[in-house]
């Protein structure tokens, strides 16, 4: 049986087939920093959660605001792989496997959050023994456990198919673990047109299920705040605010991932400035849907002008938490929106520049949302002093998470192809191939040539062909 | 059914501070350094404070007011919806208290989050006395100290109602409402605090929760708190 035929097949597999002395130092490196944070976070289990800057009332603090965080990147992942494969969008399917995987790798560092911010992690199985369905905190568990199983159910399925061209073009002198594993993981996968059509079945289900998922998995997770009657979170608005949140900031991600595996695996054919320029796109959308929310929020708050509320409006723009609040709506939005609309047209440097700022941003979105409405409660007394600084634990924690994060990527990439080999092929027996390398060509001729408005019956005509 | 409430009547209250002490003899709460305090890890499960104190009025008017809170025990509490453990609960047998299993919560703080009057505590670390203290410890084993990383709160002294049933049962007789008093009510150097049954239209407290002085805090919220308050002057 033929395997899919992909020119690029050679160039997306290297990678793959040895670790560099550079990449190794880059683990060890990664690693340090994750087994670091290990080691104070048992140092936080022995001696309690004191070693935190959490106080009365800021109960919860950068471990709240990472979990958050980390789901919010998990997102683009289902974002880019399913939605964009329900609406038809080919030019995701080189970016969704690099996406995807920020899902994979992200959520367990979300979920992770959570545990390690919990004041007794060895009673976490009473969740389950006495578990009272009425807690948001339920909701979540629920929904991120179905949207953890079911991306890694969604990833490995679109991954079968590689695993066996891995496995069947495996050199001679590769490892012996090497071939093991592709081989149990390939699952005895043929690369017959029949299964190829059966997968892609599976895999279009699957992105309709995947997209609810996505919209209900950061819903619930703002539940968490909107269903409590503090000033700030008490709102309807929280839901499909965190959502597009957690799109922008994933979409940020996987623009900043695509430029390392493009300048790293040198995939400058593959990776074209076409496909960043479709994410700049995206980007620049998702920002202007990011300020209408983040608008609409603060109008109705300001305009209703209640005391409750109005006290943490006045904290966030004029008081102690004004510096952040400013700098994270000039990163979110402002700077970044100027650097897409400009510079970034022609410049992938630009726009990891963009997205690096978005993502630093969005952390501060986060912090933002989550501590001042805690400091100012709804009953106006002193509850304690309550201004919040995450201590160098939590700093440590934080960092080891973004550092775990950047580990398992990484170890992925160079086991498993990170451009999809299949997916991408020009050819599979029995299907249609992929021609989306060859259309950037195209367009860039199409560029050159006077403007031309297609009509609609043009489309019509190339359905009916 | 009986449903025990307070009255704190404002008019009297000297803000001594005599329930937060009383309560921390009663109850075993831990004692915290300055440092942590300053953090605002103090736990007091009563807790008397000026009121706006985010405004200056306070420092400027000598007439400050103070507000003396315990937990307000509401008939529908915000804190236990959101416990994902059942952990905390009202228990509608003993007269509708809102208690906290040490035994089940797993320290995620959603209550302490969720309470719009902050009479939720957190336990930051193991709880310490120094041996003076330690040896005044209330040797009550209902009362015994809490573990780090749970949640603890007023429960308005709810060791002392099972000693006064079983006191009742001893001595043969009926069990009466007067029997059972919280620490901070008996100790209140103005007499500023009243407990007894609100479901009880005769009781002292049903008579004054019916005061026109009586208010209950944000009571706008709907959660029903049982501790009412009496206006000042």
Redesign the interface.
Known sequence: MALPRNKYQELLLAPTRKFSRREIGILLILSAIALWGLFVYIHQFI????IT?????V??GVYIVNFVFFIGLAHSGTFISAILRLVGAEWRVPLARAAEAITIFSLPFGAGS?LI????LD??L??I????F?????WD?TAVTLYLFSSVVFFYLSLLPDIAILRDTLPDDAPAWRRRLYRSLALGWQHSAEKYRRLEKILGAMAIFMTMLVVTVHTVVSF?FG????PGWHTTILGPFFLVGAIFSGSAATIMIMAVLRWKFHLEEVLSFKFFNYMRKLLIALALSWSYFMGVEHLTVIYGNTSEEM?VIIAKFFGEFSATFWVMAFFCFFIPLVILLTKAKRSIGWLVTASVIINIGMWLERFIVIVPS?T???????????LYFPTPAEISITLACFAGMALLYMLFTKVFPIIPVWETAQEIPGLHGYHGFEEDEAEEEHAEAPEQIPGYGDALEAGHA | MTRWGMVIDLDKCVACQACTVACRMENNTPVVSPEESELGRSILWNEVFPLESHAELAAEDTGADFLTRPCQHCDNPPCIKVCPVQATYKSDETGGQVLQRYERCIGCRFCTVACPYGVRYFNWYAPEWNPEIARHLNPDEEVSPRARGIVEKCTFCIQRLHKAEQLAEEEGREFRASDYQPACVQTCTGKARFFGDLDDPDSLVSQLARSRRAFRLLEELGTRPKVIYLKEG
């Open positions: 001696n309690g959660l004191g800057g959490m106080n009365r009332p109960y919860w959570i911010d919990m004041g007794r009673r976490v009473n969740t023994i006495y578990g009272r009425m807690s948001p905190i339920l568990i968490i269903m409590t009657l503090q006290s805690e100012y409660p709804r009953l106006g007394y002193d509850l304690g002093h309550g």
